[in-house]
Structure formats: C-alpha cells, structure tokens
C-alpha cells in the first residue's frame, strides 16, 4: 500500500460519514447550518495552505532535537510503537489543555471552537497559526526522549484523525469505552460553552489523563450543550474564524496600562485581560453529579446555530 492510499480512504471516510451525518440531522430536525459548512471549508483550505508553508521549519527544529537524544527508539520495533503512541498521547494531553488555558496559544486554538453546531465537518476548523504560535514545541520533548520525528508526526496525524470522528451528536454512549477512550460524548463535553463544561476532556484518543489529572467531565442528563464560544462567533467567513481571537488579544494589548496588563493579555487565562472572549475564569463548580461510567441515559444535546 502507497503512503497515498491511507490519506485517500481518509478522505472518503470523511466525506461519506459527513454525508450520512448530514441526513441524519435533517431528519432528526436538528438541522444543518450550510453556511458554517462554507466558512469550515474555507477554513480548512487555509489551514492546509499555512502548515504547508511551516512543516519544513518544523521538520528541521524536530530533527536538529532529535540529534541530540542521548537514546534513540528504533522505528522498525512494534514496542516503540506502542509506547510512543502514549508519550504522545500525554504530551497532546498538555498541549491541548494550555492551549485553553493560556491566551496566546488559545489565540490560534479558538477557532477549532467557533463553530455553533458539532458535525464532522467542524473538526476541519483547525488553526493557521499554530506554527507561528510554537503549539508544535510541546513536541519536542518527545524527540528528545529518542522518538523519531517520523514516528511524532505519524502518531500524531493518527490521533488527529481519530478525533475527526468523534466530532458528532450522531453517536451515543459506547459502554466500558467511555471509561477509556475520548468518546464522542467526551468530545461534545469538550466542544461545550456552558461554564460546567468549559476546559474539560483534553485527551485525544484516550481520556485517561483527563481521570488522573482531574479535568474530566462526564454529559450530564440535566444539562444540554450548548456549542460553541461563549461569545458565539456569528461570522462565516474563514478569514474572521480563523483569526478572531488574535484580533482580540490584539485590543486588549492596546487597551492594557501597564506592562503588567500586556503580560495580562498575552500569557494569562483566556478572559483575564477583558471580557472579550472570558472562558473558564471563575466556572462555578457543577450544581449536579457527574455520571462517569459508560451507562445511564443523557439528554439530548443541543447546538445554536
């Protein structure tokens, strides 16, 4: 099989899965906003455009770390394989979980939030800027622990990949699964703008760095999603998507006072400089319990378009 061939059924996966979703929100009456599908597409050509421009620079970074690992993890042994699948599922764990956390990297990240209503198509609003915003270095560390780069950029495009089809309100709950995999009831807790559901389910293909550090949360039965920003993004235009945040920080760096205010703006959590775009600043803590476990019945969810 050619490295094409995997990339080829990858994208009719896509397309079929996306098609089928399609119909089955417009008979379940849950609708189907075609405009946002135009400013995800737009979106994603944007994103493919951009990170083809900075892979090079990357790939060189990578390497040129790689180098200097003391230890280096033959690629052709299963056994490296299977233990960088979780190294980089934990350092995707991190990088993700800043990525909601401190405002410059949410900067770039924001825009895989934009969208009003989860489909699989919303999965494709990835960023433009996050090789000039440094969200690639969190991998790093991994090829100074030996991992080729070849092996990060694999495991890491499978993981992305696996993500794309959790993007849905299409699938229930999968049993025992949910007590290890990022599930797709797991991701719509993540894609969540109510305050309970903020920064939660961070994993990618498992969720059980979520578990051990704390920043898991189960749907709850009494508690729809609502998708989305917290300021909800309105605009369909790729251009306004995928750099909306960037513009705002940009404000608050001109309204700060102080040098204090400017590091504020930048570094801080999303919302401790303004208002703009608050998040997670001062969630009240859940008024219900949350049902860990694989079982129990959810309400459904709901999207404003």
Do not use: C
């Amino acid at each position: 099989m050619s490295s094409l061939q995997p990339s080829v059924l990858f994208i009719v996966a896509v397309v079929v899965l996306s098609a089928i979703e399609y119909v089955w929100r417009v008979r379940t009456g849950r609708g189907y906003d075609l405009g946002a599908l135009g400013g995800t597409v737009g979106t994603a050509i944007g994103q493919f455009l951009f990170k083809s421009l900075m892979n090079g620079v990357i790939g060189v970074a990578m390497l040129g770390v790689f180098a200097l690992a003391p230890v280096q993890w033959p690629l052709d042994d299963w056994r490296t394989w299977l233990v960088g699948f979780f190294v980089l599922e934990f350092f995707y764990y991190w990088q993700h979980r800043f990525s909601h956390t401190i405002r410059w990297f949410w900067a770039s990240h924001a825009v895989h939030h934009s969208a009003n209503e989860l489909t699989l198509p919303a999965a494709a609003r990835l960023s433009w800027t996050s090789g000039i915003s440094g969200l690639w270095v969190f991998f790093l560390p991994m090829t100074l622990l030996g991992f080729h780069p070849l092996l990060v950029a694999t495991l890491l495009t499978l993981n992305l990949q696996y993500q794309y089809f959790i993007h849905t309100e299409a699938v229930g709950r999968l049993g025992p699964l949910e007590w290890i995999l990022n599930t797709p009831a797991h991701h719509r807790v993540h894609h969540g703008s109510n305050p309970d559901y903020l920064d939660k389910n961070f994993g990618g293909v498992l969720i059980i760095f979520d578990r051990l550090f704390g920043t898991f949360q189960g749907e709850r039965a009494d508690l729809p999603i609502v998708y989305g920003l917290t300021q909800p993004l309105k605009s369909n235009n790729p251009f306004v998507i995928a750099l909306h945040e960037w513009g705002n920080l940009i404000d608050d760096i001109r309204n700060a006072d102080s040098i204090g205010g400017v590091f504020r703006a930048l570094f801080g959590r999303p919302g401790a400089a303004s208002q703009t775009m608050k998040r997670s600043t001062d969630a009240p803590p859940p008024e219900a319990p949350v049902d860990e476990g694989g079982s129990g019945e959810v309400a459904p969810t709901t999207s404003v378009a």
